[in-house]
């Protein structure tokens, strides 16, 4: 393992379980302006969201809602709402190893970064809840870049970041991207990451994955290092 010093992880579907709690949240937001969740036009927004999982949620909805930034804010901000609540009845996991496998890579010097499409607003309390504040070395939201999944922005801020913070010189080359959607495998493709693995634990096939550019995929995160060398 003497190449890869930095492994970029996606949240939900990846290294947490979604459960279906992003679709639930996403719905219960959707609701609150008017749309019954029995409706063909639930049906449709629902299929969409299960599609671009893993971008930005603002950017699912400015799309949902033709670009009516007013509307898209107002759900948006239900879907914070909605998704928080869902963590604090006790709705939110890892998949079972992930903590113990963050401190596995760290024995073999290998930082670990978080990236999502959530705001940080959600990101902090899953982070909280799972307990990773002390077993991670960067996190990253996608409220804080310019461009969410599939741009690259935030694989090469936490890049940025972990170089700053362990006066390290990373480039994307020393660089594992591992996630569950397609959105994943385009951001890291789009970063130059050496490689880009999917996982089939979330949204997306292993078909998919691959179409989307996966250099490898797997059935779990924790089995990362069977397929980087």
Known sequence: MGIIKLAIFDVAGTTAKDDGLVLKAFQLAIST????????????????????MGERKI?????????????????HDAFIS???NLITVGELEEFEGVSQFFADLHAENIGI??????????LDVIIDSLNWRSIIDVSVAASEVPHGRPAPDMVLK???????DKASHLSPADVVVIG?????????????????????????TKEELIAAGATSVIESATQLLTVVH
């Open 113 to 122: 970064a978080l990236t999502t499409g959530f705001p940080r607003e959600i």
């Open 59 to 75: 950017d699912v909805f400015l799309h949902l809602f033709d670009g009516d930034r007013i509307k898209a804010d107002l759900v």
């Open 180 to 204: 569950d959607t397609q959105s994943d495998m385009q951001s890291g493709i789009r970063s130059g990451a050496r490689y880009v693995v999917g996982v089939t634990s979330g949204a997306h």
């Open 33 to 52: 302006v008017g749309i019954s969740s029995d409706s063909p036009e639930m049906a449709t927004m629902s299929a969409y969201v299960n599609a671009t």
């Open 82 to 84: 909605s998704y928080l």
């Open 158 to 164: 936490a890049i940025q970041i972990f170089n700053t």
